[in-house]
């Protein structure tokens, strides 16, 4: 039998951290709507814009690896609420920032701050979850986080329109203030949640995680998936909506909260049928591919600029671009349950390190063709993500090489 789950625990121990990770998502998409802003204010070239944005995810990155060792030594509850009160200082010195390098430094401190908005949820399923509805539970906080995708598209805009960006962010950090004390307050300790296990042994472990060669036949297309995803829809799939369909930005801020919706409904899908398959013997791995396929087809009519199936390729790649979760109980199980959080870090790690190189190397690429009055020159989307999907494409390649030699 199932097992089920209780109301209270989701209530105590798994929504407040979903909500973290909604305000993670937000803050990590928001300068698809306020892109034009920055770049007025700060004048900012399409490399500087792709570097800046990028800054979140760099920092994001460079954390995820000490992350997973305090998640295992001190709990989510309290690591989490620390970080979260660090975004809030981020957030503050974002809307304070007077030039390119203090919005830089305080865009990287936003990073920071949620640098565990995902894996501190995953860590508190690890400890309250039974190992079968993990999937499920993982992808629904997944979701959860897909409400942050909405609040920064047309919310956003509107807020952006009403009192300015630099105050939208000044209501940013109230509200990751007040997160960071409901989590610290309302989630209920777990006994054993720290480990007396020295931080010098938890090291080792991770480096344990990294030497495995199931590790890295796996990891690079769960990072290449995921991490393209997450840097053009996080920045680039407004300024392509603008320059290739020729939008106005309240239809951009539009299309992107189509996005975010699909996003929430593929993702909280993917964990169902993953849960479902599960009883029936399917490896998540192949649910994942399965959903890998439609991916890379929508890509490429994005790539090609069939404009008539644009918007349905978008909404493709929203529902299905970040079902790489899938496979992250599938490796911690495989490395055991005591290390989960170091598991998930390490492959986050990889995921926004690729997230940071795309966002940024988008732009660079993109700022190598003439600009037009509005925006950027069109034909230079094709070029930087078509880079980006032969390099998925060869990351599937390896993988599926690798597990027919496994099985020969």
Not at 151 to 177: C, D, H, K, N, Y
């Amino acid at each position: 039998m199932t097992p089920s789950l209780s109301p209270r625990l989701v209530l105590t121990a798994l929504f407040p951290f979903a909500l973290g990770y909604l305000l993670s998502y937000l803050l990590r998409a928001v300068n698809a709507v306020v892109a034009p802003d920055l770049v007025a204010d700060a004048g900012l070239s399409a490399g500087e814009l792709g570097l800046l944005t990028a800054a979140y995810l760099g920092a994001f990155a460079f954390f995820q690896l000490p992350l997973g060792v305090l998640l295992d030594r001190y709990g989510p509850r309290r690591v989490q609420a620390g970080l979260l009160t660090i975004a809030c200082i981020g957030c503050i010195g974002f809307a304070l920032a007077p030039d390119f390098a203090g919005l830089f430094a305080a865009r990287a401190v936003i990073g920071l701050g949620f640098s565990a908005g995902l894996m501190a949820g995953y860590k508190a399923s690890s400890l309250w979850v039974p190992l079968e509805r993990r999937s499920l539970v993982n992808a629904s906080i997944m979701a959860t986080g897909a409400v942050g995708i909405v609040f920064a598209t047309e919310p956003t805009e509107f807020l952006v329109s009403l009192i300015g960006w630099r105050q939208a962010f000044m209501v940013f950090a109230g509200l990751t203030l007040a997160c960071a004390l409901f989590i610290f307050l309302a989630v209920p300790k777990r006994e054993g949640e720290s480990t007396p296990v020295p931080l010098s042994t938890q090291l080792r472990q991770l480096l344990r995680i990294l030497a495995l060669p199931l590790f890295w036949r796996i990891v690079p297309l769960l990072a290449l998936t995921a991490g393209v995803q997450i840097a053009l829809h996080g920045l680039w799939a407004g300024p392509w909506f603008r320059d290739v369909m020729g939008l106005s930005r309240p239809e951009v801020a539009r299309h992107l909260l189509w996005m975010a919706v699909a996003f929430m409904i593929g993702i909280l899908f993917a964990g169902i049928i993953a849960d479902r398959a599960g009883r029936r013997g399917i490896s998540p791995i192949s649910v994942m591919i399965g959903c890998h396929m439609v991916y890379f087809i929508a890509q490429a009519i994005i790539v090609l600029e069939f404009i008539p199936l644009a918007v349905v390729a978008w909404l493709a790649t929203a529902a299905t671009g970040q079902v790489a979760i899938l496979a992250y109980p599938w490796l911690a199980q495989h490395v055991g349950n005591e290390l989960a959080g170091r598991s998930n870090a390490a492959i986050n790690f990889s995921v926004f390190l690729v997230a940071f190189a795309t966002q940024y190397g988008v732009g660079v690429i993109i700022g190598l063709f003439p600009a037009t009055t509005i925006g950027y020159e069109p034909s230079s989307y094709r070029w930087a993500f078509g880079i980006f999907l032969v390099l998925q494409l060869a990351a599937l390649a390896w993988y599926l090489i690798g597990r027919r030699k496994e099985h020969a």
